[in-house]
């Protein structure tokens, strides 16, 4: 038996799909979406995320700019320029691309960025609601993975999901969402002891922990589902997820690969929450 895959480029491109139809209504009121993404320095690697996102607003028609600022940039200087997209009423969304140089504080620029156009999900206020069920911006990698369950029959409701990886920016509002969506969840992290028997109890495995190939055949459950969330660079310059995909194959029910998996469902996810926050700031 082999896994199903999971091509979330091919659900991504369809949630496209369905974006183009709801931007085509709301440009015919005369109004169109508007992304800015922020980009201090020039690390490689967010070279492609920011073309691939700017990409994605040409394809469905937003106003978008990227701003590229040097690595030197000050935190009061980033500050300033998102001040001035706060208030700049073609911009519905504000992404600062992270990690952040050192010398810039990541707490104080995501505060400052104002909750509505926060189409990271990474606001408190967002993360607040999140937690409490109320409507939010939500993360765009957790939703993306619900997006991904949902839209395979993979509905988490009643499903023990287990994930591995704490961040801020997956783990944490992953989990948080499967719980939203009533699986019983378990978080994994560095200091957990089994870790490898505790996955094997998954129905539902996401993992985001940034190790090149961690998860092994023996980790996963026969038939269960794992998402992988894991971006990894290679030295030979190729992507690499944090499950060893190839190794699952035969015991997994369902498999996201890396590339083609979760990626193209982030960008999309912004897509969505950059639509959202136009719809809201026209209500
Ligand atoms: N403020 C902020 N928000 C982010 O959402 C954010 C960020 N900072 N910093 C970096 C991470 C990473 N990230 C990815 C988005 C798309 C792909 C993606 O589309 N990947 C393609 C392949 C792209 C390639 O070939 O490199 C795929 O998996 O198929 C990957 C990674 C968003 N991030």
């Not at 997956?170 to 560095?190: D, F, Q, W, Y």
Request: proline letters at 6%; glycine letters at 8%; one cysteine or more.
């Amino acid at each position: 038996m082999s896994a199903q895959i999971i091509y979330g480029k091919s659900i991504s491109d369809s949630i496209r799909q369905e974006l183009l139809h709801e931007v085509e209504t709301f440009k015919s009121k005369g109004i169109t979406p508007g992304l800015v993404v922020i980009l201090v320095g020039e690390d490689p690697a967010s070279q492609v995320y920011v073309r691939n996102k700017a990409k994605a607003c040409e394809q469905l028609g937003y106003y978008s700019e990227v701003v590229r600022v040097p690595a030197e940039t000050t935190q009061d200087e980033l500050l300033e320029l998102i001040k001035k997209y706060n208030t700049q009423e073609n911009i519905n969304g504000i992404l600062v691309q992270l990690p952040l140089p050192k010398h810039i504080e990541e707490k104080a620029i995501i505060d400052a960025i104002s909750v509505e156009k926060d189409v990271d999900g990474f606001h408190p206020e967002n993360v607040g609601n999140l937690m409490i069920g109320d409507d939010a911006l939500l993360p765009c990698t957790p939703s993306g993975v619900i997006e991904l369950l949902k839209r395979t029959g993979n509905h988490p409701a009643g499903k023990h999901a287990v994930v591995i990886g704490r961040s801020n920016i997956v783990g944490k509002p992953v989990a948080m969402l499967l719980l939203r969506e009533n699986a019983t969840v378990t978080i994994c992290h560095s200091r957990t002891q089994n870790i490898e028997e505790m996955a094997r109890q998954a129905d539902i495995l996401v993992v985001a922990v940034g190790i090149p190939k961690l998860v092994k055949k023996d980790w996963v459950k026969p038939g269960a589902v794992v998402i992988d969330v894991g971006v990894n660079r290679l030295p030979d310059g190729k992507l690499c997820g944090d499950v060893d995909y190839d190794d699952v194959l035969d015991v997994a029910g369902w498999v996201t690969p890396v590339p083609g998996g979760v990626g193209p469902m982030t960008i999309t996810m912004l897509m969505a929450n950059t639509l959202k926050s136009a719809k809201r700031a026209h209500e």
